[in-house]
């Protein structure tokens, strides 16, 4: 994939804005086995953010079930599973919408309240940008520098929400995991509530922490969104299930907004099934636990390696030597695909996203990036 160069800058409450590309997709397990010449069944994908127990054995035959009734249209008001939502969070029907994903929900909601421009603070999922970008917004970046970790200020978000109308924030963000407390964030929700700002808080990595999320504020007001997705944690990307929660009135605008039947049958119940699949969910936080720290361990102590603090299911690393996108290649040709971080904005050609996955799987990458970065 080729780089796109963006003007950075490494001062926090810069104002000067620079258009961000539309998007910068991730490569595809498809296309990476294509471009090396692999077969899927020989390759280890570290590169996708993704559960890697796979989805919940609930979900799957919730799913086959609902193939049986595919000469039937879904329910457009997605009614079964705003219910599901609602009761494990303790909010209100509602109060909850969803999407083909939720990425689909950040397309629609730059589309269904217009705002003129968007704060997005880099590096961030190149998403938030395409879509205000898509809607006709001005994107405003706010680059974070490296030097305090890309760790978001409150303070310094309080400066570069004057003017704008909108916000993207992602907690945990992506790809430096960063999780910002629910302190921090109401902090800063109270800032945007103080400026006028709609606030969108995309959590789609928040299920693999203890943090508290901000879903239960999100609720009681009109100017906070928070973003779920099925995808990650839950393991399901290939049905594109995710929802956003917010004050009844707003929740009401985006589904005036929102084409109908954009969620199929097999995807309602799988998810509803996956809510409720709490052996799954403990299962997976403790394999998170886990391996998390074991790879992180193991990466942490490779020579020319620097580790950032994060709590996704992911790591965000710098490598000295060599560039990331040669040691990706390498990587790569040995069955490994990890993520060259360089088409984020605000990232350069150091740093790389490696997906924490099982630990058999785990161990075969550590040998192969310290056989290649011990030569």
């Known amino acids: 994939m080729q780089k796109t160069e963006v003007q950075k800058t490494d001062v926090v409450n810069s104002r000067e804005y620079v258009q961000p590309p539309l998007r910068v997709p991730e490569e595809t397990l498809h296309e990476a086995v294509k ?36 000469h039937l249209y879904p329910d457009p008001g997605m009614t079964g599973l705003r219910k599901a939502i609602a009761r494990y969070f303790g909010i209100k029907p509602e109060q909850v919408t969803c999407g083909n994903g939720s990425t689909e929900l950040i397309y ?23 879509a205000a970008s898509v809607a006709g917004a001005e994107v405003v970046p706010l680059y974070l520098p490296e030097r305090t ?12 929400l004057k003017g704008v109308d909108m916000a993207f924030l992602g907690n945990p963000n992506n790809p430096t995991g960063l999780l910002m407390t629910k302190a921090e964030m109401l902090e800063i929700a109270n ?60 929740i009401g605008e985006i589904q005036a907004g929102q084409e109908p039947w954009t969620i199929n049958r097999a995807a309602e119940h799988a998810a509803i099934a996956a809510l409720n699949d709490w052996r799954y969910t403990k299962k997976t936080l403790r394999l998170m636990e886990k391996e998390r720290e074991r790879l992180l361990s193991a990466v942490r102590i490779l020579p020319g390696v620097e580790t950032f603090p994060g709590s996704a299911n992911f790591l965000f690393i710098k490598v000295a030597e060599p560039k990331a996108a040669l040691l990706a290649h390498k990587l790569a040709l ?33 040998l192969a990036l310290r056989e290649l970065l011990t030569r």
């Open 35 to 70: 471009r090396y010449g692999l077969s899927e069944r020989d390759v280890i994908d570290f590169s996708s953010n993704v559960n890697p127990l796979g989805p919940s054995s609930s979900a799957v035959r919730a799913a086959k079930r609902a193939l049986t009734e595919m």
């Open 108 to 130: 629609l909601i730059p589309r269904v309240f217009r705002p003129r421009k968007v704060l997005v603070p880099m590096p961030a999922f190149t998403e938030y940008a395409a």
């Open 149 to 160: 970790g890309f760790r978001i200020d409150p303070l310094e978000i309080a400066f570069a």
């Open 191 to 250: 800032y945007a509530l103080e400026q006028g700002v709609r606030l969108v808080i995309d959590e789609a990595f928040m299920d693999f922490t203890n943090a508290e999320s901000t879903i239960k504020e999100a609720v009681q007001t009109s100017h906070l969104i928070c973003l779920r997705s099925f995808s990650t944690f839950f393991g399901m990307p290939g049905l594109r299930i995710g929802y956003a929660v917010s004050g009844e009135s707003v």
């Open 334 to 366: 040995r069955g490994f695909l990890i993520r060259d971080c360089s088409s984020f904005p605000g990232l350069d050609s150091r740093f790389l996203r490696i997906a924490v996955r099982t630990g058999r799987e785990n161990k075969k990458l550590i």
